[in-house]
């Protein structure tokens, strides 16, 4: 497969009840939680994927010539190893997991914030799904 074979994909991913963990724990469990996030985030992505954290407890990846199919595998990758993992808060571990959209760039796409608008769409698909899932929007 080529480079640049494939259009640009986008992540939205949401830490699922962001707000329970500051109001149990507090805003320092909320932050380890954050960097967790991104710590993760950085080992499954590749050198030429662009995180950024877009405000609050949401963050966007813009991946470029990624195949539908390999966006898909990283999100349900990401998805997994962030729910696996635990912050120990008061010494009771709690586990966080996270909704995930994504789509990937079309021909009739005029800018960014039409990827970044279906992306999060699909983020709140999978929270109205049950949360702790993968959804797509191509």
Request: glycine residues 6%.
């Amino acid at each position: 497969m080529k480079a640049g074979q494939y259009p640009a994909a986008v992540l939205m991913i949401d830490i699922d009840r962001f707000k329970a963990i500051d109001d149990t724990f507090g805003h320092a469990e909320g932050d380890k939680a954050l960097c967790l996030l991104a710590d993760t985030s950085r080992r499954q992505l590749r050198d030429s994927d662009l995180p950024c954290r877009t405000g609050g407890e949401d963050f966007m990846v813009i991946m470029p010539s990624m195949s539908p199919l390999a966006t898909e595998a990283v999100a349900q990758r990401l998805r997994v190893e962030i729910a696996e993992r635990a912050i120990a808060a008061e010494q009771v571990p709690f586990h966080f997991p996270v909704s995930i959209g994504l789509t990937s760039f079309k021909a009739s796409d005029a800018s960014l914030d039409a990827l970044t608008r279906r992306a999060d769409a699909a983020s709140y698909q999978a929270k109205h799904e049950g949360r702790d899932r993968v959804a797509t929007r191509w």
